[in-house]
């Protein structure tokens, strides 16, 4: 188990989450991040009194510093403030901030030899290939928090050092849509899109979750944590959301992780591994489930899927002009000013539009990133 932890993103849903488990765990919190949402990041700081809080919006940061002027606790702001809570003041970073802005405070941490329990999908979907050598260089350990992922590396784990894998088996719950035409996704609203089934996640992983992007971040992210091509990788629709992930062998052999859709249990194992510690996730009462379903996504109705499964297997700068270009459309359909289905249709054209291939260095994959963005600003009328 881990000895003191920073969390960058400590006012998202994994970020509390992630305060509670340490809580119970007795895991002192060195550091913590928000961006804007000074009044909890103020609470947050008062509860565990860490050494270090950043709010990564420089004005809300200034805010930050006089709320907190009379206690010993320092605050900064920034990107640079943000890296310095990543490598600065614990040996375990839980990068749960959304979006690509956890790429630089990951590599950061990475160059420190620390642990990383990364629960920010974009920083392996934006530059896996990078971030995974260097992790290899420094030996930084990378133990993920997303369920499924969670779910591969316990079943990895427990086939020991002999790894036999033929395929891994990605488990999607669908989304509150699951089976819906376009036509019929045509009026769905952010108050439509956020409310989730089975899981309870901050707005933005929440409409990818609708439009089944996350799935397809979840595909590109499983490529880079586990070393394996895009064909190794399946995804499989399961509505009820019990079985997070499975590992198919080559002697035919299907192992797989169960548990209620609880992001404790695996943001916990990622702060306890290898240990496994008593925690307050319920088991499943298996008896009193009536059955388990499992389907082939329907490629016409998971348009983003098969989007980023595409930019896998392009390579280059795709999956990060991609993701880019899904961030801004979400925050823009959040807001009211994108349909729910523009956002496949405006972040497919960027890709076409702007993805080169080759190897692209760190540079390559910012600029990227960046132009990503300004296609979908200023194009997004068009949809």
């Not at 928000?34 to 103020?42: A, D, F, Q, T, V």
């Not at 496949?344 to 539009?353: E, F, M, N, Q, R």
Request: charge should be neutral.
């Amino acid at each position: 188990m881990v000895n003191s932890i920073s969390v960058l993103g400590s006012t998202g849903s994994v970020g509390k989450q992630t305060l509670d488990v340490a809580e119970r765990l007795n895991i002192p919190v060195k550091a913590i991040s928000g961006n804007r949402n000074i009044k909890l990041l103020e609470k947050q700081a008062r509860r565990f009194k860490p050494e270090f809080v950043c709010a990564y919006d420089e004005e809300s940061a200034k805010h930050l510093k006089i709320a907190l002027a009379d206690t010993n606790i320092k605050v900064g702001g920034g990107m640079t403030a943000l890296s310095d809570c990543a490598c600065a003041y614990a040996g375990c970073v839980v990068t749960a901030v959304s979006g690509s802005v956890g790429l630089i405070p990951t590599l950061s941490a990475i160059g420190e030899g620390h642990r990383i329990a990364l629960a920010n999908k974009e920083t392996l979907v934006c530059a896996g290939e990078i971030v995974m050598r260097r992790a290899r260089e420094k030996e930084a350990e990378i133990i993920p928090v997303d369920s499924e992922h969670s779910a591969i590396f316990q079943c990895l784990e427990a086939q020991g050092k002999e790894k036999a894998l033929k395929r891994i088996l990605l488990t999607a719950s669908g989304g509150p849509f699951r089976g819906m035409t376009r036509e019929e996704t045509e009026k769905v609203t952010p108050e439509m899109a956020v409310a989730h089934p089975n899981w309870s996640m901050g707005a933005k992983i929440s409409v990818d979750s609708a439009t089944m992007m996350n799935k397809g971040l979840e595909f590109i992210e499983a490529m880079h944590l586990f070393s394996v091509t895009p064909d190794k990788i399946k995804v499989i629709i399961h509505p009820e959301s019990i079985i997070h992930s499975m590992v198919e062998y080559k002697d035919g052999c299907v192992m797989a992780q169960l548990g209620v859709p609880d992001m404790a249990l695996p943001i916990q194992y990622a702060l306890t591994y290898p240990e496994r510690k008593s925690s307050n996730t319920p088991v499943p009462d298996f008896a009193q489930l009536s059955r388990l379903t499992f389907f082939d996504p329907e490629p016409q109705k998971t348009p983003c899927l098969m989007l980023a499964m595409d930019c896998a297997r392009r390579g280059g700068t795709a999956a990060a002009v991609m993701s880019a270009a899904n961030e801004e459309a979400v925050n823009l359909f959040l807001h009211k000013k994108l349909a729910f289905n523009a956002i496949c249709d405006i972040v497919a054209d960027a890709v076409d539009y702007i993805s080169t291939s080759g190897t692209p260095t760190l540079d390559v994959l910012q600029g990227a990133d960046e132009a990503a963005r300004r296609f979908v600003l200023e194009n997004c009328r068009k949809y």
